[in-house]
């Protein structure tokens, strides 16, 4: 279990580590946990001849609210996250994902930008994201572009991020007061990958629903937002039926890949199982 | 072909200097170049524990890690968790509370208990299962992990635990004749 031969870079800055990108190309990889990578890099999946190591760069870590914004570091470990404060107050949704990720280890190392552009729609970040309406800032030698989540997963490992881009920042709206948040996550084990979860967040009058964000992990080639979904639901009180409703348009939208956590029949059932069970906390949180 | 790099941290609070390769994991490091056999090497794929080590303030899966990425770090493993010939609490509440069997896993369990225990003094059943779900044991059901726990948070705030351990009662009466 050990990587093939590559040579190693630490760049001290951002400016440092986005001229290594260009000069080595597509032969280099962006180190940040390594929770992803050096795994794959083991198993030979991934066999970079450049590691570019984002960890000595100053200033790509930390929370903080600018405006009505909250802004994550790319390099914020999921550990981090758990303890915010800030995000405990104004988005407990990431804080409660970030308590489903992997291990108590595996959140000292895996950051929320690692998670991210790994385009890996089994991690769970990429969902939370669509959900929270979130954009990255991704940094390349003609400096800063921000894009929107909803522009970003293009596809399985796939995303809009340029190969000589670095993302450093998450930005995420503050929800509205009051608002109602879970993610269900359905997992075999501690670390495992989803077998299917969804995220969401609600905004009620009454019993009436008002806005509604869901995403789903794991169900398809990038992560997914069921606007259908939530289309069925916005002006409705969430009756029992309107939710059932919802349920079957967001099992509508899944296609997962079967897998040792099961086949496309079953992943799909726990797609909508694991929306109700989301939407029904999410109502029970709801300030209304 | 990759050339070796000079790499120097602190282990278990003394300087040391490896020179590696830099696709060489942490573990390996520790093991054969260091002699530091405590960490043990479950699945080497991060998912067991029993390699686990604390950096910097952290726990880590130390086969997880590049040990180039390690330059300038502070690296306790679970040689250095005695101090002064004692016994930590953690390694009297494992012998005390029968906290293992074949011992694979203990070393990383201990280790992770360790900084479990700085950063949440008074956990819960709850809590001590929830942040130990990185390590696994496949000898004890993890009741007995659990009371050890429980013992180390205990004495380590300073309220009384029962030892009946019989090494553990000597080791006291030493100390008392010292006294």
Redesign the interface.
């Known amino acids: 279990m050990i990587p093939k031969p590559f040579e190693y870079h630490s760049p001290q800055s951002l400016g440092d580590a986005v001229a290594m990108l260009q000069q080595y190309g597509d032969e280099a990889k962006l180190l940040a946990g390594g929770h992803s990578l050096l795994p794959m890099m083991k198993l030979r999946f991934a066999m970079p001849s450049h590691l570019i190591d984002l960890n000595r760069i100053p200033d790509l870590a930390g929370v903080s609210e600018s405006g009505n914004e909250i802004r994550i570091g790319a390099m914020t470990t999921e550990n981090q996250l758990i303890w915010s404060e800030l995000l405990q107050r104004k988005l407990p949704l990431l804080v409660e994902a970030a308590r489903l990720i992997a291990d108590p280890q595996v959140r000292y190392r895996g950051t929320i930008g690692g998670d991210i552009a790994h385009g890996d729609p089994g991690n769970d970040h990429p969902a939370l994201m669509l959900t929270l309406d979130a954009s990255f800032v991704l940094a390349g030698a003609n400096g800063e572009r921000v894009v929107p989540a909803s522009e970003f997963f293009l596809g399985t490992y796939y995303t809009a991020m340029n190969p000589d881009e670095i993302m450093t920042q998450i930005r995420i709206p503050v929800p509205p007061q009051g608002t109602g948040w879970c993610y269900a996550k359905l997992k075999r084990k501690t670390g495992d990958f989803a077998a299917a979860a969804a995220a969401v967040l609600l905004q009620m009058k009454g019993d009436t629903c008002t806005g509604v964000a869901i995403g789903l992990t794991n169900l398809g080639p990038t992560a997914l937002r069921a606007s259908d979904a939530e289309a069925a639901l916005t002006g409705q009180p969430l009756t029992a039926d309107a939710i059932e409703a919802a349920a079957q348009k967001v099992m509508a939208i899944c296609e997962p890949a079967a897998d040792l956590r099961g086949d496309e029949t079953y992943k799909t059932a726990m797609a909508g199982e694991m929306f109700r069970k989301a939407i029904r906390t999410a109502m029970e949180r709801c300030t209304r | 072909?990759?050339q070796t790099?000079k790499v120097t941290f602190k282990l278990n609070d003394r300087p040391v200097e490896v020179l590696v390769?830099?696709?060489?994991?942490l573990i390996?490091t520790l093991r054969e170049k260091l002699a530091h056999t405590g960490p043990h090497i479950g699945c080497?794929?991060?998912?067991c524990?029993a390699c686990?080590v604390d950096m910097n303030g952290?726990?880590?899966?130390s086969?997880?890690?590049?040990t180039?990425?390690c330059?300038g770090a502070d690296i306790l493993t679970i040689e250095g968790i005695a101090k002064n010939g004692e016994l930590h609490a953690l390694q009297e509440g494992f012998m005390q509370e029968h906290g293992l069997q074949c011992g694979f896993c203990t070393p990383g369990m201990i280790t992770?208990a360790y900084r479990?225990l700085q950063e949440i003094p008074d956990p819960t059943e709850e809590e001590i299962r929830y942040?130990?779900?990185?390590n696994l044991c496949r000898c004890t059901g993890y009741q007995n992990i659990v009371k050890s726990i429980q013992y180390a948070a205990r004495k380590l705030r300073g309220e009384p635990v029962e030892t009946s351990h019989p090494l553990m009662g000597e080791k006291a009466a030493q100390s008392e004749m010292a006294g």
């Open positions: 072909m990759s790099v390769e830099p696709r060489e994991l390996h080497e794929t991060s998912h524990g686990t952290a726990s880590l899966k086969c997880t890690i590049l180039v990425q330059e992770r479990l942040w130990m779900a990185g």
